[in-house]
């Protein structure tokens, strides 16, 4: 049973039977590697930031990671049976309190706080999902957002394009291609605000919006490239020159949050797929109404600061980002005063992998079916393993034919990033795997 008190970097809470928040992720909410100097996602927060002005946008960066179901759903406009309010994929303290799943919960209030004309917010985040080398249950968020007030910069109409068309002209152009096939807004699938919102103020924001958000997006795929081109330089083959010369592509596509409309998502064409790198949109008026400050509106984007860290330095495994190894962090000081010092990762010796298979039947042998969460399964093995861990996989899953009997295999890559594991150590860590996911789960090993 949970313990009655959890102290989460440096506030105690009261715990229910909601709380299902491992002892690893209560540990990690201290750790602000967003803030740690010479640190690579402090570094890709600066990088982006860079890109900002900052007269224009202030910056939020130490936000206690415990936010309220209000703050992280109900004042976003997310309906009560939204799947992100499950236990299954949110780390909950209590009923009413949880580790925030995105940088999002803080716009009311940052928006009430007077926002005007702009924020730049950063902050650990925190979701349960998958083990593999791309998921850590905390990573990181920044959420931006600019706005513009009816009462202090319309014209004599009440309309702010004029005044959005005007800051729209002061941005640089990038010249980069952009692919953006979709009209401003969709009546249907994709609709402006109506009435609060004319048309050409959607649209004025959404190029502003635009613009800005690849500005920032191809500066840091420049500093990406540079990096790489730097490593090839000094060891590459012809072919690799000619892979980190490729040209910049981004696109456009459409996409739905219950906190903006219309919305997007910008994605960019890396090492030959397209990837997602942020969501963005018009913020919906009622956030901006219940903040207090009706009279402006806004766009906001969120942006993960690990995903874009990982090809920023060529890091292949995001286990690496909570690493103290000197081995890992002596390769990034002196970044954060002069990001033009930026390298590639050189990774450390790889140690070797050892895979072992777990198998158990769901219902824990009192013959009544049971069911279990993946995520349930993923965060047992991490709680037991930590950062031992590198990937986990469901291989199999199985009906026996007469009995009905349903059990799962799971595959588990042990890995240390830091020295080989022995055999008495692999086997001690998968033994306390399987010992917790009967104790913890309820199942029956086979
Ligand atoms: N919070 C969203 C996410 O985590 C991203 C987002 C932020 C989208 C702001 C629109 C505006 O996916």
Redesign the pocket.
Known sequence: SPPPVVEIDGRSYSTDTWFNTPTNVLAAASRRLHLQEDHPIAITRQIIESRFPSAEFRSVNSLHPVVTTFQNFDSLGFPPDHPGRARSDTYYVNKDTLLRT???AHELETFRANASPGFLLSADVYRRDEVDRTHYPVFH?M?GARVWDRRTQADEKGDLTATILRDLAALPEHGVAVEDPNPPFHDGTNPRQVPQHAASEVEAMGRHLKRSLELMVVEVFSRAKKAKQLAVAAVGTEAETVAADEPLRMRWVEAF?P??SP?WELEVLYEGDWLEVL???ITKQPILDAAGVPSQMAW???IGLDRIAMLLFKITDIRLFWSTDERFLSQFRGVSADLDKLRLFVPFSKYPACYKDVSFWLDGGDGVAGTVHNNDVMEVIRSVAGDTVEDVQLTDTFTHPKTGRQSLCYRINYRSLEKTLTNAVTNRLHSDVKDMLVRRLGVEIR
């Open positions: 995105h940088t999002s968020q959420e949050f906190f903006t919305s969501g963005c949109g906001a984007f969120g």
